[in-house]
């Protein structure tokens, strides 16, 4: 039995961890939600040009390239997960490594992507569906976007990096950076020039270049005699870059991360293309109601990207005691977290809507849906702080199975048991799906992690 001394020091220890979790969670949260709201932003603009279709077919444009960039979370995942053990090993060596594996990585995914985009396009039109202007102007999106693919995967290793290295400050404003001069370019291009779908679609690749050239500046600056050194030996940099265990490793974590998200971008494509086939006003609906989503998804992703670096540090420390409080303590925050979302929505739903879009057919089919924006946060809110945790332990094949399951156990099925319910039958699988995720993973945690990684690091 603990003393009462043991009994304070503990509390104050959790108090530290409250502290040390919000620090790093609220400026994740801040740049994560800027996401969102970006998507937001090109939302209202294109929303507020007179026809459905502007909107439906940049938001199917988007899915296209966005598709490329969920499919590889993998990079940013894994970037923080390994730099995260790498810091709490104090590895610096390991660290750059981790970072410039990465980018080269992102840029050889990128640069393949824009050699063959031409049948790229044309193949995720034929699937997409959607109308003869939704399919034209989604072309014009997705003809621009794609270039700018090298620069938003490097963005991704660049981000995930920092974040390892419990740099959240430095990630937010950079963030905010590169996402004001996307919507103040947004606005230019559309109302001023008047390009309407290109203008959106070249305002967001001039700012992931942006954001490139300025994420490499600060890391360069910032680490500047770390980086020296590490580039000085180039022949033993190159020997450790290519090292055939290290590529193995790496390359066998990310197939698990990839086959995570290849499940969880087939629910979200097929939730957009099935939309397009049950009208334009439909698919613009939803364009909003996936926004709303992200803005979900981006905050409660602060806590959970917050609990995978304090994790991956305790881990790669060998604190066991750390490890399984910072999981308390994120259950704990992800849970306020939703209520307020939920909250929101509730409360606001309407007026939001309101502000995304003019277009009468548009809002009144999609408040009708409002409901499911409630209920997500509350339902979803565990799988994400799980998928933080697992992150930070790299136990990638924990995390693959429990999509895999989600998937093909939870989110397909339903859909096609409730698919005479429209849209509804969308969003309901969609719950499920996430219901599972959460189920899943929290199982694994209490049965299989607990055992294993012991609280008691004396006892193992």
Same mark, same amino acid.
Not at 14 to 36: C, E, G, R, Y
Not at 183 to 201: E, S, T
């Given at each position: 039995? %603990?003393?009462?001394?043991?009994?304070?020091?503990?509390?104050?220890?959790?108090?530290?961890?409250?502290?040390?979790?919000?620090?790093?969670?609220?400026?994740? @949260?801040?740049?994560?939600?800027?996401?969102?709201?970006?998507?937001?932003?090109?939302?209202?603009?294109?929303?507020?040009?007179?026809?459905?279709?502007?909107?439906?077919?940049?938001?199917?444009?988007?899915?296209?390239?966005?598709? !490329?960039?969920?499919?590889?979370?993998?990079?940013?995942?894994?970037?923080?997960?390994?730099?995260?053990?790498?810091?709490?090993?104090?590895?610096?060596?390991?660290?750059?490594?981790?970072? #410039?594996?990465?980018?080269?990585?992102?840029?050889?995914?990128?640069?393949?992507?824009?050699?063959?985009?031409?049948?790229?396009?044309?193949?995720?039109?034929?699937?997409?569906?959607?109308?003869?202007?939704?399919?034209?102007?989604?072309?014009?999106?997705?003809?621009?976007? @794609?270039?700018?693919? %090298?620069?938003?995967?490097?963005? #991704?290793?660049?981000?995930? $990096?920092?974040?390892?290295?419990?740099?959240?400050?430095?990630?937010? $404003?950079?963030?905010?950076?590169?996402?004001?001069?996307?919507?103040?370019?947004? #606005?230019?291009?559309?109302?001023?020039?008047?390009?309407?779908?290109?203008?959106?679609?070249?305002?967001?690749?001039?700012?992931?270049?942006?954001?490139?050239?300025?994420?490499?500046?600060?890391?360069?600056?910032?680490?500047?005699?770390?980086?020296?050194?590490?580039?000085?030996?180039?022949?033993?940099?190159?020997?450790?870059?290519?090292?055939?265990?290290?590529?193995?490793?790496?390359?066998?974590?990310?197939?698990?991360?990839?086959?995570?998200?290849?499940?969880?971008?087939?629910?979200?494509?097929?939730?957009?293309?099935?939309?397009?086939?049950?009208?334009?006003?439909?698919?613009?609906?939803?364009?909003?109601?996936?926004?709303?989503?992200?803005?979900?998804?981006?905050?409660?992703?602060?806590?959970?990207?917050?609990?995978?670096?304090?994790?991956?540090?305790?881990?790669?420390?060998?604190?066991?005691?750390?490890?399984?409080?910072?999981?308390?303590?994120?259950?704990? $925050?992800?849970?306020?977290?939703?209520?307020?979302?939920?909250?929101?929505?509730?409360?606001?739903?309407? $007026?939001?809507?309101?502000?995304?879009?003019? !277009?009468?057919?548009?809002?009144?089919?999609?408040?009708?849906?409002?409901?499911?924006?409630?209920?997500?946060?509350?339902?979803?809110?565990?799988?994400?702080?799980?998928?933080?945790?697992?992150?930070?332990?790299?136990?990638?094949?924990?995390?693959?199975?429990?999509?895999?399951?989600?998937?093909?156990?939870?989110?397909?099925?339903?859909?096609?048991?409730?698919?005479?319910?429209?849209?509804?039958? #969308?969003?309901?699988?969609?719950?499920?799906?996430?219901?599972?995720?959460?189920?899943?993973?929290?199982?694994?945690?209490?049965?299989?992690?607990?055992?294993?990684? %012991? !609280?008691?690091?004396?006892?193992?």
């Amino acid at each position: 039995m %603990p003393s009462d001394k043991e009994e304070f020091l503990l509390k104050i220890a959790d108090l530290d961890q409250h502290k040390q979790l919000l620090l790093l969670a609220f400026p994740m @949260i801040l740049s994560n939600i800027t996401v969102p709201l970006l998507g937001l932003v090109d939302t209202a603009v294109i929303g507020h040009l007179p026809h459905a279709y502007f909107l439906g077919g940049s938001t199917i444009g988007a899915m296209i390239i966005t598709s !490329i960039t969920w499919l590889c979370g993998f990079l940013r995942m894994s970037t923080t997960g390994l730099s995260a053990q790498a810091y709490g090993f104090n590895d610096i060596q390991q660290n750059l490594l981790v970072l #410039l594996r990465g980018i080269l990585v992102a840029f050889a995914i990128g640069f393949s992507f824009v050699l063959l985009q031409v049948p790229f396009i044309d193949i995720a039109l034929n699937v997409a569906g959607g109308s003869d202007q939704v399919q034209l102007y989604a072309k014009q999106y997705s003809e621009i976007r @794609i270039w700018g693919l %090298p620069a938003a995967l490097a963005n #991704l290793v660049i981000l995930g $990096w920092l974040l390892g290295n419990h740099q959240a400050s430095v990630v937010m $404003w950079l963030l905010i950076a590169t996402n004001l001069i996307n919507i103040c370019l947004d #606005l230019l291009f559309v109302f001023g020039f008047g390009w309407q779908v290109k203008g959106v679609a070249s305002a967001t690749i001039i700012a992931e270049y942006s954001g490139l050239l300025a994420g490499l500046t600060i890391i360069f600056l910032r680490y500047y005699s770390s980086v020296k050194q590490f580039l000085t030996d180039q022949t033993a940099l190159f020997a450790s870059l290519f090292e055939q265990n290290s590529l193995f490793c790496y390359f066998k974590l990310n197939r698990d991360i990839l086959i995570r998200t290849l499940c969880l971008e087939a629910c979200f494509l097929f939730i957009t293309f099935q939309g397009a086939r049950l009208g334009d006003e439909v698919v613009a609906a939803n364009a909003i109601l996936m926004n709303f989503l992200l803005l979900i998804s981006f905050g409660l992703d602060g806590i959970a990207n917050a609990a995978e670096v304090m994790v991956g540090k305790a881990y790669g420390e060998e604190d066991n005691k750390k490890l399984h409080s910072t999981v308390k303590i994120g259950l704990f $925050w992800t849970a306020i977290f939703a209520l307020a979302y939920a909250l929101l929505f509730a409360l606001a739903g309407q $007026w939001l809507l309101s502000l995304i879009s003019n !277009i009468n057919a548009v809002i009144d089919f999609a408040q009708h849906y409002l409901v499911w924006m409630i209920i997500l946060p509350l339902v979803a809110c565990w799988c994400y702080l799980f998928d933080g945790v697992y992150i930070g332990l790299m136990k990638a094949t924990a995390m693959r199975n429990s999509m895999m399951i989600a998937t093909f156990a939870g989110f397909f099925p339903l859909w096609f048991l409730l698919k005479d319910y429209g849209n509804h039958g #969308l969003w309901a699988a969609l719950l499920c799906f996430m219901l599972i995720r959460g189920v899943t993973l929290a199982w694994h945690y209490k049965c299989r992690v607990l055992n294993t990684i %012991p !609280i008691d690091p004396a006892s193992s």
